[in-house]
Structures are given as C-alpha cells and as structure tokens.
C-alpha cells in the first residue's frame, strides 16, 4: 500500500480533514455530473451516444452523472470536446473565474454565428488588438 496513507495514523485534525475533502470531491463529482446530463440531455444524446463521441463507455457516461466517479482531466476535455462545451461551462461556478465566465458568455453567441460572420468578428478582434 505504497502511497496510500492508514487512517488509523493520523491525528484527529487530519482525519476530519480528510472528510472534508471526501464530501468536498462527493459534491465536485455530483455538480460536474449534472452539469454533464444537462449538456447531454439539451443537445439530445442519449448516453451511449456520448460515449461513443467520447471514447468512453455508457455505464462510466452514468457513473459520471450520478456523481460516483470523479472525472480525470482527459475525460473532462473529451467529454467537453463531444458536448461542444468549455470546461468552465462544465464546472461553472467551481470556478472563480471572471474571464472564463465572460468567454462563455461570448463564446454561446459565437457559435450561433454564420462563417462569415464568424471571419468578420475575427478580423475586428484582430484589428482591435492591433491598436493597443
């Protein structure tokens, strides 16, 4: 058990803060779970159409949203890449982060935009920046 620590050694401080993050990662795990069926379930996937976009199995896909697997960072970013989603809309307000919730707040009506209207806010971006 190399690397793991034996409760039974650890001061009482410790050991309550080890609970603390047990329920800390336990909420973590279940918001990011339901945010997961919220993205999935709006865009009309079932779960096994997720995995399949994700490389992962339906039943993990379950585990994920009923909050009992704590997601890896590659799940994460996969999981993001197939619901076309930020990874800050997945953990929304675990993060405080104000750019990251300004980006996403642009980022929604980006993606409702033409390609050419896509190039053209590009370009004023890019001609905006140039004069700073």
């Known amino acids: ?27 973590m795990a279940k918001f990011i779970g339901n945010n997961i069926h919220k993205y999935r379930t709006s ?3 079932t779960r096994e159409q997720l995995a ?3 490389n992962l199995t339906s039943s993990h896909i379950y585990q994920l949203e009923i909050g009992n ?4 960072i590659i799940t994460i970013i996969d999981i ?7 990874i800050s809309q997945l953990t929304n307000n675990l993060l405080n982060d104000e750019i990251n919730k300004f980006i996403d ?16 806010i590009i370009h004023l971006i890019e001609n905006l920046s140039q004069g700073s």
């Open 105 to 120: 707040a642009i980022s929604k009506d980006y993606t409702k935009l033409s390609d050419k209207e896509k190039k053209a």
């Open 69 to 72: 697997s704590i997601p890896s």
């Open 80 to 86: 993001c890449n197939s619901l076309n989603i930020s």
């Open 1 to 27: 058990m190399a690397g793991k620590i034996k409760k039974d050694n650890l001061s009482p401080n410790d050991k309550e803060d080890l609970l603390i993050e047990d329920k800390r990662k336990k909420e």
């Open 43 to 45: 865009l009309g996937l």
């Open 52 to 54: 399949e976009k994700s």
